[in-house]
């Protein structure tokens, strides 16, 4: 997993917090100081909270889920652009529409919409001038919604650089019961997300520093989600080859079927030799023709012999 050393953060200038009279009390348990009035944040909960937030970040993208990465500050915007194109990950940084996540079948039909139009804008038969107009609005659509046009339905977490600033962007999540991460600073509430990181977010070396070790933590998560997808198809044919799976079932189904045939064969022709031999049965009806020819051969004997004693 990546790590960020203390040193890097104070470099970066993580510690940094807004004046005393912009802070947030809820912010207390992230404070270690107050200097010249401003509020320096404790660098070790920073580190704490870094760790958590990204072993949680890591588990999403190795379950292959997606997560959103917001922030349309000025200083912050090319940096995440920049960070989710690398991890693969959907992005706004330009404007944050409303409803973008609670109604978000209307963002899918203007995201079909810009796809049409840049179908339209490869055919020949339209002319120069509508060929403009579709370039122009082709353009303001991708530079708002383009970001996630590659995705079909709700990502399943979200990653804020400043929350006050995304306050919308927050409230619709929590609405619909995304995984949040954010950057927190002294003057935002932390128990409005689930993973709140205390950092500077107006910094952007420090923007920069928290957001790549959370595109790291994706990438891990990611590499990880493809081993095990490779591992997989091994494993299989290994369960196959010891006589496990369907394929060890159909190799043990087919000698029992032979068997069974063998057996009933056997079994015929043991019950063959063992049956007795047996006189062949005479019908009651040839039983019935017999009996008169006997008597008949009886009467003719009787009278040879009167006849013989006779003479």
């Known amino acids: 997993m990546p790590s960020v050393t203390y040193n890097q953060m104070l470099e970066a200038g993580v510690h940094f917090g807004h004046l005393r009279k912009k802070w947030n009390p809820k912010m207390a348990p992230y404070i270690f100081m107050e200097k010249k009035g401003i509020h320096i944040i404790d660098l070790n909960k920073t580190g704490t909270s870094l760790e958590q937030a990204g072993n949680a970040v890591r588990s999403i993208a190795r379950s292959g889920r997606k997560i959103l990465f917001v922030a349309t500050k000025k200083q912050a915007k090319d940096l995440v652009k920049e960070s989710a194109i690398r991890c693969n990950m959907p992005y706004v940084t330009e404007r944050w529409l409303g409803g973008m996540l609670t109604n978000f079948a209307t963002i899918r039909k203007s995201v079909k919409k810009m796809q049409s139009i840049d179908r339209m804008l490869g055919e020949e038969n339209i002319t120069k001038k509508e060929k403009l107009m579709l370039a122009r609005e082709k353009q303001k659509m991708e530079r708002v919604i383009g ?4 995705i079909n339905r709700i990502p399943n977490a979200i990653f804020i650089v400043d929350i006050a600033f995304e306050h919308i962007a927050v409230a619709e999540a929590t609405k619909l019961g995304l995984k949040t991460f954010g950057m927190v600073d002294t003057n935002s509430d932390p128990t409005s997300i689930d993973f709140p990181i205390p950092a500077n977010d107006d910094a952007s070396k420090s923007i920069e520093l928290i957001t790549k070790f959370m595109t790291d933590c994706i990438i ?3 590499e990880e989600r493809k081993s ?3 591992d ?3 494993q299989d044919r290994e369960f196959k080859s010891e006589g496990g ?4 079932n159909e190799s043990a189904r087919k000698p029992r079927r032979t068997r069974t045939k063998r057996s009933e064969g056997t079994d015929k022709v043991e019950t063959e030799k063992a049956k007795p031999e047996t006189k062949p049965e005479v019908k009651p009806e040839a039983k019935a023709e017999a009996k008169p020819e006997a008597k008949a051969e009886v009467k003719a004997e009787v009278k040879a012999e009167e006849s013989e004693s006779a003479e």
């Open 232 to 234: 997989a198809p091994k």
């Open 228 to 230: 095990s997808q490779k």
């Open 147 to 150: 970001g996630i046009a590659n």
């Open 220 to 222: 891990e998560g990611l």
């Open 245 to 248: 799976g369907d394929g060890g």
